[in-house]
Every structure is written in structure tokens, then in C-alpha cells.
Nanobody, 115 residues
Framework: QVQLVESGGGLVQPGGSLTLSCAAS????????MGWYRQAPGKQREWVAV???????TYVDSVKGRFAISRDDAKNTVYLQMNALKPEDTAVYYC?????????WGQGTQVTVSS
């Protein structure tokens, strides 16, 4: 099955930007919907953004206007561009299929927003 590896996280100040990458070990062209999820300390994992094979995107209200999800099936990679980051965005970010996840979770990538 496809293995997913997230990268690109780090420490940024409020208002800063990061771009996350989700690299798949195999083709994602057959996956209709890919998404980004995040899990903050002491909280449940939540859906953040999804993108269909057609390119249609949907976002959770808290990140609308700030985050942008994209996919490059030729590179088997999904991206999450994050702008105007807030402390409440601090979490471990994961990618997987959506709206239900069918692949094992990767290790995720830590995003910390702090001054």
C-alpha cells in the first residue's frame, strides 16, 4: 500500500508561513480525495483541508483564507501552504485520504507557532 511521509514543519512566529509536503511512496492518482489533518496537544486529530483529484478544495473554517492545499499527482505529493499562522495552529500535521482515512498514519510533521 501507499506510504505517506510528511515534512516541512518547524518553528515560526505568529503571522509567519510554512509549506508542508506529503510524499507518497506510490501513485496517488487513483486516490480521489487527499487531505491534511492535525492533532494539537491534548486534543483529537481533526480534519483541516481536503483536495479532490479534480482539484476542488475544502477547508475547516478556522483556516479558510490562510491555508491552501494542492496536489501534484505526477510527483505523488500533496502540499499545504500555511500563511498568517496563529498559535492555535500549533499541532502535528498529517496527511491521508479523506473524508475517511484508509492508509496508515505517517509520523507527521510538527508545526509550532510561537513568539
Amino acid at each position: 500500500q501507499v506510504q505517506l511521509v510528511e515534512s516541512g514543519g518547524g518553528l515560526v512566529q505568529p503571522g509567519g508561513s510554512l509549506t508542508l509536503s506529503c510524499a507518497a511512496s506510490g501513485s496517488i492518482s487513483s486516490i480521489v480525495i487527499m487531505g491534511w489533518y492535525r492533532q494539537a496537544p491534548g486534543k483529537q486529530r481533526e480534519w483541516v483541508a481536503v483536495i479532490t483529484s479534480r482539484g476542488t478544495t475544502t477547508y475547516v473554517d478556522s483556516v479558510k483564507g490562510r491555508f491552501a492545499i494542492s496536489r501534484d499527482d505526477a510527483k505523488n505529493t500533496v502540499y499545504l501552504q500555511m500563511n498568517a499562522l496563529k498559535p492555535e495552529d500549533t499541532a502535528v500535521y498529517y496527511c491521508n485520504t479523506a473524508p475517511r482515512y484508509y492508509l496508515p498514519w505517517g509520523q507527521g510533521t510538527q508545526v509550532t507557532v510561537s513568539s
